[in-house]
């Protein structure tokens, strides 16, 4: 059985830092696909980055390019997304998500509904 964990998520100023973190508990991290994503109240969830198993492909939305980055750690079953120049609009409760296959778009965004394991999110106040 797959388990997921954030952990990271606080209260930053806009141009701040944070680091997330996703312990994930099961089989076979290794065959696994992880993503993050986020959702604000009253909003959609959306992709933020994903990270592939193997050689370590990875995926980012549009508006996190260049400040967010994205990694995995298999030896500790960890993946990682590095938060860098936050702003307003960042603040959400995310999400790790993570599945074999991901779906894909033609933009490189992964899908929500195509993942098969869920944490229960980190929340990320953006707030000066």
């Known amino acids: 059985q797959v388990h997921l964990a954030e952990s990271g998520g606080g209260l930053v100023q806009p141009g701040g830092s944070l680091r997330l973190s996703c312990k994930f508990s099961?089989?076979?991290?290794?065959?696994?696909?992880v993503g993050w994503f986020r959702q604000a109240p009253g909003k959609e969830r959306e992709f933020v980055a994903g990270?592939?198993?193997?050689?370590?492909?990875?995926y980012y939305a549009d508006s996190v390019k260049g400040r967010f980055t994205i990694s995995r750690d298999n030896a500790k079953n960890t993946v990682f997304l590095q938060m860098n120049n936050l702003k307003p609009d960042d603040a959400a409760r995310h999400f790790c998500?993570?599945?074999?296959?991901?779906?894909?778009?033609?933009?490189?965004?992964?899908?929500?509904?195509?993942?098969?394991?869920w944490g229960t999110g980190a929340l990320v106040t953006v707030s000066s």
């Open positions: 099961g089989p076979n991290f290794g065959s696994f696909a």
């Open positions: 990270v592939t198993w193997g050689s370590g492909t990875t």
């Open positions: 998500a993570a599945d074999l296959v991901p779906t894909l778009s033609r933009d490189g965004s992964w899908s929500p509904y195509g993942m098969d394991y």
